[in-house]
């Protein structure tokens, strides 16, 4: 698994708000995200229609997850039925271990990759070269990324942080081509580089974006024709998958290509969708001799125990709610300190690596509810990060002075004596720092963080309590 | 072929999802969900609709095929007959000083004879299939060296100006995919309404007869693009950059 810095929020935050290319990176892209699905949603769909697909996919996911046993079942039958081989992977360390092993019963020396998450969780490219096997990204982002030696900085959009300045630097440093800003020129050098890859590669990992239980189909989703190339040129095929992709029925799919397009990119369809069911046929042309799918937990039954949390697993990784965040367009996605960034990060993240590391994310909110309001799959994402954050302070890993706070709260409010006592306390020291009803700064460590930026409305001379006995009751209080 | 062993792991793992769902015991009957319910002579009235309905609105589907299609960049040419078709992808041809085309075996080229038209220019069209004493790699290495690839294909989406291409005997997976330019020659009968009409004939084919059902299939909608450097939409990159639509009215 690769390193996990979820614990390091705040600092990775404050040092991604001080990067200029960082920034300039969240700015105009992002607009162009946002505009994006709002006017292809337009083209097609009433708010209605658009709400009702959401709805009946939110169903749909629910359904299935709720009887994943069920349909896990059906699909391992159904794709073993097709000729394909299917693992039960337990966590990322298992789940390298069976692509190894794979691999070195055909004697892989040069792997080529789709984009997968999942073999992000895996941290599979580092194991692959460790076992004397190379591993080449394939979409155009994660090779970049690959060459940078980073993590995916966005779910579909890995390298946007990346000026094309920064790219041409990395592609002279490993490619040596000539330095050029021309963005169709520098596609043109890693598309050559990646076509010999293909042509020599004898295995190709792909993710799935859905998983069709009853015709045991892997359903991929990709612009460049990547993913086409990867399931199509080597000899040997594997796919890796979170445990929680599966739709029903081939009939599903069609509301989920239509969500996921529009959400994630801004179009009516991805380029190209393959449908994946086995190895190919002795009759057919070319094609992987074999076909592996890869199933796997690495902490997702964390998730599917908590009957609230366990909503997160619907998640279809369109994007959408990390392009429309307050936060994560400021802070970016290496803030988050794993593979999944944004309000759907915040929440999985920290399940699957560990709440304790991972307690500041699901403060990376301000609970505005535009993820879920963009949700395809309907998740409520602040809903869910809210109860995370119930689960942080529950299990004592929440801030000390929030702790001791709720606790001088809760010795307060307890009888009328003792809030009227150190209500008077307070409107006696306030007078040191109130100016104009309000407290502008407070010369105290931790809250005068708060002040830096907001006014605080000071006591009132007198409380309506106050009031209300002393001048409006009428003196008839019996 | 003989069907893969289970994965040992199996019963544990699924036993391990059935403690964290809250059940003890296995779910033994089909689920209710509206898309597995549907038993096979209720879908297969269906089928009988939606290809009625194909049939009635067959102009506007075309119509709205081709109105999507330019939307997704696609270049779309509609012929009336086959010889104009096969000139047409002449012209591509000639267009983009093309030397090598691949192309598949399906059966559109029967009625569309693209080797005469393409071998009277002096363009060598070759057919992507093993079946000619070529080794799979000999595929990829003439599929990746010719100049444009083309093909017939299994049915066209109006909805998303999807072409779905069908992998089997004769048709390479590589010859849509590597030639910078790509042609498809859709006829008009294969053009089908709605993403949903799509797939609900495809589970037609699976629970009827899983065996014609490919193991693999592809829908195009479009050239290959990136937006991963800034942002900016670039086509070809892995597969092609100019992607054509030949609508062929029905003989």
Redesign the interface.
């Known amino acids: 698994m690769p390193d996990v810095k979820t614990s390091q929020f705040k600092s990775a935050s404050v040092k991604a708000l001080a990067d200029s290319n960082i920034q300039r990176?969240l700015g105009?892209?992002f607009a162009?995200?946002v505009d994006g699905r709002k006017s292809a949603i337009d083209a097609d769909f009433t708010e209605e229609s658009w709400e009702s697909m959401r709805d009946r996919a939110a169903a749909?996911k629910a359904?299935?997850i709720?009887?994943?046993?069920?349909y896990?079942?059906l699909l391992?039958k159904n794709v073993?039925?097709?000729?394909?081989?299917?693992?039960?992977?337990?966590d990322a360390a298992h789940a390298n271990q069976i692509v190894l092993d794979i691999a070195r019963e055909h004697d892989v020396k040069t792997v080529i990759k789709s984009k997968s998450m999942v073999s992000e969780e895996m941290g599979i490219n580092a194991v692959l070269e460790k076992n004397g096997i190379v591993p080449v990204e394939?979409?155009?982002?994660e090779y970049?990324i690959q060459l940078a030696k980073e993590t995916p900085f966005h779910l579909i959009?890995?390298?946007?942080h990346?000026?094309?300045g920064q790219?041409s630097d990395l592609f002279e440093k490993f490619l040596d081509s000539a330095p050029t800003d021309d963005?169709?020129k520098?596609?043109i050098i890693?598309?050559d580089v990646?076509?010999d890859n293909?042509?020599k590669a004898d295995m190709g990992i792909s993710g799935a974006n859905f998983i069709v239980a009853?015709?045991g189909t892997v359903v991929l989703v990709t612009?460049?024709?990547?993913g086409?190339?990867t399931?199509?040129?080597p000899r040997v095929h594997v796919a890796i998958s979170g445990?929680e992709k599966l739709l029903?029925?081939?009939?599903?799919?069609?509301l989920f290509?239509?969500l996921l397009a529009r959400s994630a990119?801004g179009?009516?369809?991805?380029?190209?969708?393959?449908?994946?069911?086995?190895?190919?046929?002795?009759?057919?042309?070319?094609?992987p001799e074999e076909?592996h799918l890869i199933?796997v937990?690495n902490g997702r039954?964390n998730l599917?125990?908590d009957e609230t949390l366990r909503e997160a697993l619907s998640c279809i990784r369109c994007g959408a709610c990390l392009n429309h965040c307050p936060v994560y367009r400021k802070v970016g996605g290496h803030a988050y300190g794993w593979v999944y960034p944004g309000p759907i990060g915040a929440i999985v993240s920290p399940m699957l690596t560990g709440l304790k590391q991972g307690k500041d994310l699901p403060y990376a909110s301000t609970l505005c509810g535009s993820c879920r309001d963009v949700c395809p799959v309907k998740i409520d994402l602040p809903k869910l990060l809210l109860d995370l954050r119930h689960k942080v302070v529950k299990s004592g890993a929440g801030a000390m002075p929030e702790r001791l706070g709720i606790r001088q709260w809760h010795d307060t409010m307890k009888t009328r004596k003792k809030l009227e006592g150190k209500a008077r306390l307070g409107r006696m020291l306030q007078g040191l720092v109130a100016r104009k009803g309000f407290i502008t700064r407070l010369p105290l460590p931790v809250v005068s963080g708060w002040t830096k930026s907001r006014d605080f409305p000071a006591l009132a001379p007198r409380s309506f309590a106050e009031i209300w006995r002393d001048d409006l009751s009428g003196g008839d209080r019996s | 072929m003989p069907t893969p062993v289970e994965d040992p792991n199996k019963e544990a793992f699924l036993a391990r999802v059935r403690d964290a769902l809250g059940r003890t015991s296995p779910i033994m009957v089909t689920p209710d969900h509206p898309t597995l319910k549907t038993t096979l002579p209720r879908h297969e009235e269906k089928i009988r609709t939606t290809k009625a309905r194909t049939e009635a609105r067959r102009s506007q589907n075309v119509a709205r095929l081709e109105s999507t299609a330019i939307a997704a960049s696609w270049h779309v040419h509609r012929v009336s007959d086959a010889e104009i078709a096969a000139n047409v992808v002449a012209e591509i041809a000639s267009s983009i000083h093309a030397k090598n085309i691949v192309r598949t075996a399906e059966d559109i080229f029967k009625r569309v004879d693209t080797d005469a038209t393409l071998r009277k220019r002096g363009v060598r069209s070759t057919v992507l299939a093993s079946g000619r004493a070529r080794r799979k790699d000999d595929l990829k290495e003439i599929a990746f060296k010719a100049d444009m690839g083309v093909s017939g294909v299994e049915y066209a989406i109006a909805e998303t100006a999807s072409c779905a291409v069908f992998q089997r005997k004769g048709n390479a997976r590589i010859a849509t995919l590597a030639p910078p330019v790509l042609a498809l020659i859709v006829e008009e009968s294969q053009v089908l309404e709605t993403l949903d009409d799509f797939f609900a004939i495809v589970r037609f084919q699976f629970l009827t007869n899983r065996g014609r059902l490919p193991n693999y299939y592809n829908f195009i909608s479009g050239p290959s693009r990136t937006a991963d450097i800034e942002q900016t939409l670039t086509v070809g990159v892995h597969g092609p950059g100019e992607v054509h639509m030949i609508l062929l009215a029905s003989a």
């Open positions: 990176a105009a892209p162009h995200f749909t359904h299935t709720e009887r994943l046993d069920y896990l079942d391992d073993r039925r097709n000729g394909g081989h299917v693992h039960f992977a337990n394939t979409d155009l982002g970049i959009a890995p390298a946007v990346k000026t094309k790219v963005i169709e520098l596609c890693a598309r990646l076509r293909f042509a009853e015709t612009n460049e024709g990547n086409r190339m399931t199509s040129a445990m029903p029925s081939i009939e599903d799919v069609s290509l239509r990119t179009q009516r369809i991805t380029s190209y969708n393959s449908f994946i069911s086995g190895p190919r046929a002795s009759t057919d042309e070319d094609g076909f199933l937990d039954l599917l125990k």
